[in-house]
């Protein structure tokens, strides 16, 4: 990246990212509805993604943030990365600018039934934070660097709204979106030294698809990796199928892999860390 995202990240939200991003999505589905019950993932759906480019992935990274913070170091906790990041957000034809930790808390809600599992959830809040950095540096939009509609960029509404639907569960399901994004707070994943597009959508047939295969442009890190599990998706294959498969991650999750683990199978030979935020 260019530009240290690190400084007082406005990150503006412009995308059409891949118009295809995000179709087959279907926000309304995190009513909070508990999802059918965890068939077991089948073992051999653990093929590791193969590396497509192992070197690439090590390839040069622009230096780091020049170690510029003045503050005295703060003992054992750090301040709240995305907390302290702010980004901006077009959303019902209006720029709106919050916290990314409120972006990332709102996409969640939108994007993922906040019932699915913990680390389900990490992943996809990680995916979100990451596709939001990666926003900041290649906008989707003129005014902001994404958007809020899931037919453009990705779901959004702020997670306060969501009380109407969630009535008496709002507490419960709101403090497991807020979990996944506060345990995962800065986390984002990277490819050659750069924030990825972390593209994702709900379901698909057995394999996801490469952005070559259906966008017509290789992206190393977006490949076709095995998701057989998605096969027990109740309605059936959802979405362009390049990236993370949603319902895929449920069931890895329940599978047992972590958050990292998710999104190393989704996308192919890349890093998940901590992004050096310089608050
Ligand atoms: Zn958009």
């Known amino acids: 990246m260019k530009r240290t995202l690190a ?15 995000t179709a087959g999505q279907f926000p ?31 390839s040069p990274s ?28 077009l959303t019902d034809g209006s720029v709106r600018e919050m916290t990314l930790r409120d972006f990332i808390c ?9 019932l699915y599992p913990e680390e389900a959830l990490k992943a996809q809040a990680v995916a979100i934070r990451t596709f939001a950095l990666y926003a900041l540096e290649h906008p989707y939009h003129r005014d902001a660097p994404l958007c809020g509609n899931w037919e453009c960029c990705l779901a959004f ?15 419960e399901l709101a403090g497991r979106i807020r979990a996944a994004a506060d345990q995962t707070d800065g986390v984002v994943i990277y490819y050659a030294g750069e924030p990825i597009e972390a593209v994702f959508f709900a379901a698909t047939d057995g394999r996801t698809r490469s952005a070559a295969e259906v966008w017509g442009t290789d992206v190393p890190y977006l490949q076709s990796v095995g998701s057989a ?29 972590s958050y990292e683990d998710i999104l190393q199978w989704y996308y192919t030979g890349v890093e998940v860390r901590q992004i050096p935020y310089e608050n």
């Open 106 to 114: 709102g996409a969640v809600a939108a994007e993922m039934p906040a």
């Open 157 to 171: 509404s702020p997670l306060e709204e969501r009380a109407a639907d969630w009535g008496g569960q709002y507490e």
């Open 28 to 58: 309304l589905l995190e009513g909070g509805r508990e999802p059918s019950p965890p068939p077991q993932a089948e073992p051999e759906a653990g093929a590791p993604p193969v590396p497509a480019d192992s070197s690439a992935a090590e």
């Open 229 to 257: 599990f998605d096969t027990d998706f109740p309605d059936g294959a959802r979405g362009h199928g390049v990236g993370m498969s949603q319902y895929g991650a449920r069931q890895l999750a329940l599978a047992g892999l």
């Open 62 to 89: 622009p230096s780091p943030e020049p170690s510029a913070s003045p503050e005295p170091p703060e003992p054992a906790v750090s301040p709240p990365a995305d907390a302290g990041a702010s980004i901006s957000v």
């Open 7 to 21: 400084v007082s990240i406005a990150l503006y939200i412009a995308l059409f990212l891949i118009p295809l991003l």
